[in-house]
């Protein structure tokens, strides 16, 4: 067997080595991986507690930034640690994260890293526009927390879609790229590690599998994660414009509509209270262009980056959507606003048992709430004040003690009078369509 030191690895896969097929470029690779664990809090059921798990990142620039998934480190994190490639443990913060792409940007402690002069590699990034099925990639990271694990595999589809992609710690994820599948082994711990070639590009971050089923790995392509990671890096965030609209695919459709094959986009549904909907856009329409360029999204493979056009738009951009509804094609005149998250700032307030987050603008928009004030119950925990009085998750909390709630920090600092001086408290509550009112007691 092949010998390396704590630069390289020692690879044994099937009846050969990868020695044949490891290049300078794989090994300094191997040298930019790195193990992450973090430490963060959650919000349950009226309480805040941590929670401790174990993902995988690499190593992009020279001043250690290290790229992973937002699943693994996210803005709740109150320690990260980042083991590098000679087994020395580096305390990393984050930089930045994109729950929309699941991905998220943390950086090595500087003066850390100087004053114990650690050396680090950096990965470089290949293409992943030129992927083909068949072709042989490695998924590099640390599976169950067993550290620096490479396995080999195939592209199994370079452009996978999913229509319902599981959420990143309850946000949204997936909307606006496809999904490199592999045959390459993903299991938990792998997640924010890279995907790369045979000559140590990054081609993707792994980012999921599927557990009980057999060679399904995916990750985000490098073409995405390289944009958003220069975006995190820059702004500590990415911003995007949304319209308000829910794309189908018009596969087997185009007769009903009248269409040419390869020609025109599906609109399922559109937001209420969204600039599609205010400009008069409905759902059955046909999207056929944008600003005067043809639109094709015949295939669910499509979808996404039609998405990311109109999202990669700056915010307040007027969009001209040409739509075909019934026999008559007309323009319509959009002007975008910031896409949100319906998932808005959570916080918990333990003395009376109560997990809550401020309601977003898709969430008033979705459950018909008259404007974006107040906090949504999203935990009571058994005991307390708020489950004694009748609090529920789903509740929309719109006055205390007759003083109208606009925020979560209206709510704390409720709490905190009634710490000072226990007593009753008033609680009006938005229920579906009902308003109710509730009593918490010392």
Avoid: C
Wanted: hydrophobic fraction near 40%.
């Amino acid at each position: 067997m092949t010998r390396l030191g704590l630069g390289g690895l020692a690879l044994l896969i099937g009846a050969g080595t990868l020695a044949g097929e490891t290049s300078r470029g794989f090994r300094q690779l191997l040298d930019a991986v790195v193990r992450i664990d973090v430490r963060e809090y959650a919000y349950e059921a009226g309480a805040k507690r941590f929670q401790s798990g174990v993902g995988s990142g690499v190593i992009v620039s020279a001043d250690g930034l290290i790229l992973t998934n937002a699943h693994v480190v996210g803005p709740r994190a109150v320690e990260i640690n980042v083991t590098l490639a000679n087994l020395e443990r580096v305390s990393a913060e984050l930089v930045g994260w994109d729950h929309w792409t699941d991905l998220a940007l943390l950086r090595l402690d500087p003066d850390e890293i100087a004053r114990k002069d650690h050396q680090f590699a950096v990965a470089r990034f290949g293409v992943s526009t030129r992927l083909e099925p068949g072709e042989t990639v490695y998924a590099v990271g640390t599976p169950h927390g067993l550290t620096r694990t490479v396995t080999r595999g195939i592209i199994s589809n370079p452009r996978r879609f999913f229509a319902d992609s599981r959420g990143v710690k309850g946000y949204e994820t997936g909307q606006f790229n496809t999904w490199l599948q592999t045959d390459a082994a993903i299991n938990p711990g792998n997640s924010g590690g890279p995907l790369v070639t045979a000559n140590g590009r990054i081609v993707g971050i792994n980012s999921r599998g599927y557990s009980g089923a057999d060679n399904l790995g995916f990750a985000i392509p490098s073409a995405t994660a390289k944009q958003v990671m220069e975006g995190l890096a820059r702004h500590g965030k990415i911003t995007r414009s949304y319209v308000g609209i829910v794309p189908g695919a018009l596969r087997d459709l185009e007769e009903f509509y009248e269409l040419e094959l390869n020609r025109g986009m599906l609109i399922n549904s559109v937001d209420p209270g969204s600039p599609a909907a205010e400009a008069g856009l409905r759902g059955g329409d046909i999207l056929l262009a944008i600003d005067g360029v043809p639109v094709d999204g015949r295939f669910p493979e499509q979808l996404p980056p039609i998405k990311h056009l109109i999202a990669s738009r700056p915010l307040g951009s007027e969009l001209i959507f040409s739509i075909k509804r019934s026999d008559t094609t007309q323009d319509y005149r959009l002007v975008t606003e910031e896409l949100v998250s319906r998932v808005g700032d959570e916080s918990v307030v333990e003395v009376w048992g109560l997990s809550i987050r401020e309601v977003s603008r898709p969430y008033a928009r979705e459950n018909q709430l008259p404007n974006e004030d107040g906090v949504l119950v999203i935990g009571v925990q058994r005991g307390f004040p708020a489950a004694v009085a009748g609090l529920s998750t789903g509740d929309v909390i719109t006055k205390i003690n007759d003083r109208p709630i606009r925020t979560i920090i209206d709510v704390v600092q409720a709490a905190e009078n009634y710490q000072e001086a226990p007593q009753q408290v008033l609680v009006e509550a938005r229920r579906k369509f009902r308003v109710s009112l509730y009593v918490l007691k010392p």
